[in-house]
Structures are given as C-alpha cells and as structure tokens.
C-alpha cells in the first residue's frame, strides 16, 4: 500500500511538472497577486505615505479660516491643495468640472464671508452670556443682532472615490473646522472680558493613544504585509482548487480513471496520493509567499513579514488549510465530468469563498448576515488563524478549533468524493 | 430495454475467446461487467470462481484489463506510465523495472521508453496501452478492441504477443470489429447482436455449420443480417 501511494506522488509529481500552465497557476500568479495587492494597498496601512493625494481649494472667503484650512491641509500627511489651473484661480464651476471628470478626486469650496460671519455669530453667542452672567454694564443698551445665515464649506468627490476614502476626508475636515470654531470662542472671550493678555489653554485637553500588542517586548504593529500576506497566500491556496479537479477531469476523459478503476488499487490510495503531492504544493506555495515577504519586501519598499516566533505556527495553518482546498478540489473534480465545468466553477467558487471569507472586506464590516456566512467559510477559518498567529500571538492550543474545522472540511468533502465515486462505481 | 439479454456463456482456461457483433451489439458492456466496470442490474458470473460481490480485489489482481481507448497519461513517457500502472498491481522495485524493459522490448517499443507518450503513433500508443494491462501476468485478459486503429506492423505484433502470452496460460477474451483477425486468433468465438448472443463455437465450427459460408465474415452476415446498426 505505501509503495502504491509512493507510486501515485511521484506520478503526480511528474504530471505536474510537465505541465508549464499548471505551475504557472501554482507558483507564479500567487506571488504577482500577493506582490502587487501589497503595493497597492499598502499606503491604507502606511503610517506615512510618499504619494500625496491633491485638492482643489476654492476660496471665496479669503480670511482667517480659509487660510487656516489651506495651512491645515498644506501641513497634513495625505493632501496637497491646488489652488490654481493652469495659472488661474480656480471657480466653484471649474473645480466641479474637473472633480466630476475624475481629474481631481476631492474639491473643497469654502463660502463667501465664512471668516467674519463666523466671528460675528461667535461674538453674538458669548455676547449673550457675558451679558446673562452680569458681566457687563447693565445699563448699557443692547443693540439688535444681525442675523447671521448658517454657513456650507462644500465638497465635491469625484464619483469614482470609495465611501472609506469620503468619510475620511469628511471627518477630518469636519474636526478641522470644529477646533477653528473653538479657537475662535477661545478668542471672543478673551476680547469680550477684556482680558486679552490671559492665554487660554487651547491644546485638546482629551486625546488618545493605541495600545500595541506586544510579543517578546516588541511592539507588533498591524501593517500591509501582515495582513495582505496570510490573505494572499490563503487565497493561492484555495487557488490548487482548480489544477486539482482538472487533473482528476483529465484522468476520467482520458481513461486512465477507468484502468484505475479495474485495477487492484482503492479510490482512497489515489486520493492520498493526490492529497499528498498538493499538501506538498500548498507548502511550497506557502514557504515561497513568506520568503518573497521576508526578503523581497522591503527591497520594494514594503515592510518585511514578521514571521519570528510563528514560523512553526503559520505552517501548521497552511498545511490544514491546504487539506480543505484539497478536499474541496477532489469533490469537485469528482462530480464535474469535464474541464469546462470543473475549471469556471472552481475558479468563481474560490473567489466567493475568498469574498465571504473575509478576504477582500474584513468580517466585522460585514452585514449581519454576512458575517454568520462569512464564519462558515473555510478561508475565513484559516485566515483568522493565521491573524490568531501572526497578530494575536496565539499558542497552538488556541488554534486547534480553527484548524479541527479546515480538516473537518476536507474529511467531509473527500467522503462525499469518495461516496459519489463508490455510488458510480459499478461493482 | 437492456443492453444484454439473457446472455450465458462459459468461457474455458487457456482459451481465446472472440467476443463479436455489430456496434451497439453489447460486446463492451458485457465485457465492462466482466472487468467490473458495470454492475448487471441481474445475473450472476464467476471469474475462476469468484464474484465481485464477495471476491473484488481478488478478482482484480489476477485479471488485465486492455481498454478501447489509450488509457495512459499523454505527458508522461511509456517507462512512467507502466512503472505506475504495474505498481498499482503491487509489482515494484527491480522486478517491476525488468518486466516493464521485458514487455517494451518484445513489442519493438524499448528505443521510445523514455519518450511521452503524447508524442507517439497510434500504434505505438495501443501496445503501451496493451503491456499496461498485461505486466502483472494476469490469469485472465480483457481487450476491447486491442488492434482498432493501428497500421499492419502493429496488429501482428500485439497479435503475437498476444498469442505468446496464452501460450504462457493467460485466458483471453476480447472484442473486435476484424473478423479475419478473430478467425485467425480465436479459439472460441461468440457471435452477439442485440444483447444476445446468435451463436458460440470454435471458428471453423460456426462456419461449417452456416450454409454457404466461407469465412467467419460470411457467418457474421448470416447472424447478423446486412442492415446498418447506426444508432444513438
């Protein structure tokens, strides 16, 4: 029985490696799709980015707080302000146009007046309670107030802009304008007690600070790579998805599936074979991700993967997430009778377990519903395990119930191969 | 409807029986059962004594199955695929390597041995197909269609290497379309249409005993009649 499955692993070794396509699939396009989704979306997670989002600024004000906006945004980490097109001050119309066209992806439009209607509206508000505590002359007579209109600093985003990316943007102009009002109170009061040379305290008296885990005293700080990576890799993984269940196809369409069949040998000896060599594959898969994260990475700018203390750990993950991909592509490639169903239906299949697996968008972000689905995916199981590993420091005991369920899955799906196959089989 | 109706047949050791009839005659379903490819939906059959239903992996490691269709892996070489299909009969090691040497020389193969077999002739492709079926000696030897598709050098050397081998004690039943082939082959020929078999004797007996027949050909016509058996 070993020399047999000895046998079927170095087949399957050699019908891989003569088949340029599949090695393709295996080794090449993960390390292209984890490289590339890192850079791309590593600036989400960079503390500092190199590439400056621009701005247009439109200034109708010309005051204090539109100069206090465009030194805030000048002065921030994500934003340059462009205030000029082609040497020319730019129109509320002309930064609509170009925000709507998609050359710009945010223009802010600050209104006519807003410096001194808000001094006004502030000076009115601590007029009134200045007068109310007694602090005035009580004969003096008060004069009617203006009436002061509410004032809009408009955005405009261009259409194509992600939800994440506007409320960014809004929250944090909306904090800028709020402490230019604050200021401004400071200010009034100051003026209106007449005790200018007193220095209010203006710093946020409430601020915050993240605590980050630690693992032997190092501070493991979430980035890009830690994330993008164990998604990445899981994602090839689930990937063998496809090579697997052509290659069982191909051996029914090609009749060696039947030789097999008269032969002296049971289905469960093809099928560790076959789980043998793509457990094989998995690893290498793995090892390959985390090499060219390790030392590729930042050779290209990005944080290296912080594999140290985890290497046993993360590769326990990868091996018992390699077995439910197998198990999965050993179902299908039993059920689908050719390559034109197993291939499509693998790929799609992948990509849906990925999505509600939480691969693309994290889990807690989820609908409800979504995230119950999400916990009965298998890449779901097996990237929280390595997030368990990698940023959670977890002990393998805290894994067991993560990785029980990826060969939970395998045990279940490979049975029912095996029982589709028995049904099929004749005596 | 059944494909085989009513079929009895008592095939004797050391024979070479000849299993034909038209297309859609039944002659691979009824052999696909015999190799236990096919469940009977009823009926019963032993091979040297045995039944599938009790007897399964006995049954399968004393018989060699020849499929119609070339039942080998393209991009692996003739070596490799008979070191992996003798392996799954349980021969291994040197006297599996020797065997493998053995059958590829005897059927003028040993020169491409270590050539993919995608890269092959029909021809050279229906004796690897043959020596994947025959390497663990079987007591009993299945063929469907073994010389289907093959130019004249091949057919006499899968023939005479066939002919070697029952001389070595291996029963053969096969199917074929070539009568003057199975004439000449057979020493027990069924004659099946329809799923049912029309007649079973020894080639020179079923044509003594149609009148005006010269050849098994001319039986065969007898049997069968001269209609076209296309069919879906």
Not at chain 1, 67 to 79: H, I, P
């Amino acid at each position: 029985m070993v020399y047999k499955i000895w046998m079927s692993v170095v087949k399957e070794f050699l019908l891989l490696k003569r088949d340029l396509g599949g090695l393709i699939i295996l080794f090449v396009m993960p390390l292209v799709l984890v490289i590339a989704v890192t850079l791309i979306q590593d600036s989400t997670f960079k503390a500092v980015t190199d590439s400056k989002i621009q701005i247009l600024l439109v200034d109708k004000d010309k005051g204090s707080v539109s100069k206090t906006v465009f030194e805030n945004l000048e002065k921030s980490k994500y934003f340059t302000v462009v205030t000029q097109i082609d040497n020319k001050p730019i129109t509320e119309e002309i930064a609509k146009e170009n925000v709507y066209k998609g050359k710009f992806q945010l223009a802010i439009v600050i209104p006519e007046n807003l410096s001194s209607d808000l001094q006004a509206k502030v000076e009115q508000n601590v007029e009134k309670i200045v007068i109310n505590l007694g602090l005035t002359d009580s004969t003096a007579t008060a004069e009617p107030q203006r009436v002061i209109k509410e004032k809009e600093v408009k955005l405009y985003f261009d259409p194509a802009v992600q939800m994440s990316f506007k409320n960014a943007v809004m929250s944090s102009i909306d904090k800028m304008i709020s402490q230019i009002e604050t200021k401004s109170i400071y200010a009034t009061f100051q003026k209106q007690l007449g005790e200018e040379t007193i220095d209010f305290e203006q710093k946020n008296f409430i601020t915050f600070k993240e605590i980050i885990p630690r693992i032997n005293n190092k501070e493991v700080r979430p980035n890009s790579v830690q994330h993008n990576v164990p998604a990445w890799t899981l994602f090839a993984i689930f990937f063998i998805v496809i090579p697997l269940s052509i290659n069982i196809v191909k051996e029914k369409s090609q009749g060696t599936f039947v030789r097999l069949r008269t032969n002296p040998v049971s289905n469960l000896i093809v099928i560790i074979g076959k789980t043998i060599t793509y457990s094989i594959i998995c690893m290498i898969q793995f090892y390959m991700m985390v090499a060219v994260a390790v030392f590729l990475f930042p050779s290209i700018g990005l944080p290296s993967l912080n594999i140290e203390g985890h290497f046993f750990l993360t590769s326990v993950v990868a091996l018992f997430s390699g077995f439910a991909a197998i198990g999965f592509g050993i179902l299908l490639g039993t059920v689908a009778s050719t390559q034109e169903q197993s291939a499509p239906f693998g790929a799609t299949s992948v990509i849906i377990l990925a999505a509600i697996g939480g691969v693309w968008v994290p889990v807690f972000a989820m609908p409800t519903i979504m995230q119950y689905i999400a916990k009965s995916s298998p890449m779901n199981w097996g990237l929280e395990a390595f997030y368990d590993v990698l940023l959670r420091n977890v002990s393998f005991l805290e894994i067991i119930p993560r990785i029980t369920l990826l060969f939970l899955f395998f045990i279940i799906t490979t049975s029912i191969a095996l029982f589709y196959d028995k049904k099929k089989r004749a005596v | 409807m059944y494909s085989l109706n009513n079929v009895s047949l008592n095939i004797n050791e050391g024979q070479i029986f000849g299993l034909l009839g038209p297309n859609g005659a039944g002659k691979t379903t009824l052999i696909s059962m015999l190799c236990g490819l096919v469940k009977p939906t009823s009926g019963h059959f032993t091979i040297d004594g045995l039944d599938y239903q009790h007897h399964s992996s006995k049954i399968k490691k004393i018989i060699g199955v020849v499929p119609q269709e070339y039942a080998l892996y393209p991009t692996l070489t003739a070596r490799e695929n008979l070191l992996y299909f003798g392996s799954m009969y349980g021969l291994k090691g040197s006297d599996l390597k020797e065997k493998v040497i053995e059958a590829l020389d005897l059927l003028g193969l040993l020169k491409f041995a270590d050539k993919q077999v995608q890269t092959f002739s029909g021809g050279m492709k229906r004796r690897v197909n043959l020596i994947a079926g025959i390497l663990h000696k079987p007591k009993v030897l299945f063929l469907d269609e073994p010389t289907v598709g093959v130019d004249v050098h091949s057919k006499t050397a899968i023939i005479d290497y066939l002919k070697a081998l029952n001389q070595d004690g291996t029963t053969i039943i096969y199917t074929s379309h070539h009568l003057a082939e199975a004439e000449d082959f057979c020493t027990q020929i069924a004659i099946l249409d329809q799923g049912q078999i029309y007649a079973q004797d020894t080639p020179s007996a079923l044509i003594e005993a149609t009148k005006e027949a010269r050849n098994l050909e001319d039986v065969f016509i007898s049997l069968t009649g001269k209609a076209l058996r296309d069919g879906l």
